[in-house]
């Protein structure tokens, strides 16, 4: 991941920050494929047409490029850009041990592509897991602004609609939520727990 970072800042230091393309390699084709990232570059008019008394515009972020499902790159205010992985979730790899996604992976790219498109979002802490991990990423919560002023999570989205696993073994303070997203994607088999039944057996497919 790492060259692909290095790639991402170049182009965006030579775009002054505009968005670029992201290569994402398909789990059907085992071709390299692009996918258009979150847009990005909101003005700061636009962004205060949208942000509610409660909510200042100095909590809003951009996100500058998705890297996979659930790892963003993001710029704040000041245009500091840094890696932002989500709490509470586990999508699969887009580059997988040999090099070519894993089943469901490039779904869920564009699934958080999607969801984050034209949005500035909040980013939030949770206080029982760290600030940043081993690999010198933020973990947040990502929440997508939307036209009347609302937050909807992306990191819930992921879970409930079956695009993300709920990692139990790392901390979080809603983990029974979590645990119940997950459990009910699962009985409903939606996203990967229908797609990839060999990777993520349910009980109805054991049965």
């Given at each position: 991941?790492?060259?692909?970072?290095?790639?991402?800042?170049?182009?965006?230091?030579?775009?002054?920050?505009?968005?670029?393309?992201?290569?994402?390699?398909s789990a059907k084709s085992n071709k390299v494929e692009t996918a258009t990232p979150a847009a990005t570059v909101v003005t700061k008019e636009e962004l205060l047409a949208k942000t509610t008394e409660s909510q200042p515009s100095t909590n809003l972020h951009w996100v500058i490029a998705i890297l996979d499902g659930d790892t963003l790159l993001v710029s704040d205010k000041k245009r500091e850009i840094f890696q932002v992985r989500l709490l509470g979730v586990d999508t699969q790899e887009v580059n997988g041990p040999d090099s070519t996604a894993e089943c469901y992976a490039f779904e869920a790219t564009l699934f958080t592509t999607e969801f984050l498109k034209n949005r500035a979002v909040r980013l939030t802490r949770d206080p029982a897991n760290r600030d940043i991990d081993p690999y010198g990423r933020k973990l947040r919560y990502v929440e997508a602004l939307q036209d009347d002023g609302a937050f909807h999570s992306l990191n819930q989205a992921l879970v409930e609609l079956g695009y993300a696993t709920f990692p139990s073994q790392y901390p979080i303070t809603n983990a029974n939520l979590y645990a119940t997203l997950e459990k009910n994607a699962q009985s409903e088999e939606n996203g990967l727990w229908g797609a990839c039944r060999e990777d993520f057996p349910t009980e109805n497919s054991i049965s």
């Open positions: 991941m790492t060259w692909l970072l290095q790639l991402i800042l170049g182009t965006l230091m030579a775009a002054n920050l505009q968005i670029g393309e992201v290569p994402i390699t």
